[in-house]
């Protein structure tokens, strides 16, 4: 069965470290992968995307990802920790036309 | 400014009761789709839609039921044979299947 998995409910980082969130998937040769972003009560705003191609992608508010086929893992990075960057990310996978997520990753921000 | 649009932000129903929750586009795009968040669960989808007047349920539709009898519409009906609906729920569109969802503010629904 198709499952994205997010080992880490919860991390806690301080402003200025750096960042690496977890995810693992585990369905497709080439498949197609998200990470997106959520503030308490909003919605989701999409971070990045893999579909094919390089291996590393760069996303929105200095965030990347990287795709290790070897490690069915899609892994969400980013260098310098900023306070807003406050919230809980989720990994997701289409499969077939529905999009399969992760049960997400809340991350906090020390000062 | 395109988007999606969900209302309302919070819904309050009682034992018995219908209520449906509204989700509009003007991003012209044919897919819709309708997810249900609960803490530490991530997102379920409860029903989707690749085109107008067609829908396919997802892997938790009992207990709801949705129409899409316009491009830019796809409304939720949570209905009273569903026991637990205390959740946030997420309206979402994309261009076409196996593409980008975006995804609205979201509707905060609680049982008085």
């Known amino acids: 069965a198709q499952s994205v998995t997010q080992p880490d409910i919860h991390i806690t980082v301080s402003e200025g470290a750096s960042l690496e969130l977890r995810c693992n998937y585990s369905?497709?040769?080439?498949?197609?992968l998200f990470w997106y972003v959520q503030s308490p009560g909003q919605g989701l705003q999409l971070l990045l995307k893999?579909?094919?191609?390089?291996?590393l992608v760069q996303g929105i508010k200095g965030f990347e990802a990287e795709f290790k086929r070897s490690q069915s893992s899609f892994n969400l990075r980013k260098p310098s920790v900023h306070w807003s960057d406050a919230a809980e990310y989720f990994c997701a996978q289409i499969y077939g036309n529905k999009l399969v997520f992760g049960a997400g990753t809340i991350l906090r921000v020390k000062s | 400014d395109g988007g999606i649009t969900q209302s309302p932000k919070y819904l309050f129903r009682k034992e018995g009761q219908n209520v449906t929750l509204s989700c509009e586009q003007n991003?012209?795009?044919?897919?819709m789709y309708w997810y249900r968040q609960d803490p530490g669960q991530g997102l379920r989808l409860i029903y989707y839609?690749?085109?107008?007047?067609?829908?396919q349920k997802g892997d938790i539709a009992e207990g709801y039921s949705v129409s899409r009898e316009k491009k830019e519409s796809f409304p939720l009906t949570v209905t009273s044979a569903q026991k637990n609906p205390t959740a946030f729920y997420l309206c979402?569109?994309?261009?076409?299947?196996?593409?980008?969802?975006?995804f609205g503010a979201g509707t905060r629904l609680s049982v008085l």
């Open positions: 369905y497709g040769a080439t498949p197609y």
């Open positions: 991003l012209n795009h044919d897919a």
């Open positions: 839609s690749q085109i107008v007047n067609d829908f």
């Open positions: 979402a569109s994309s261009i076409q299947g196996r593409d980008i969802q975006y």
């Open positions: 893999y579909f094919s191609g390089d291996t």
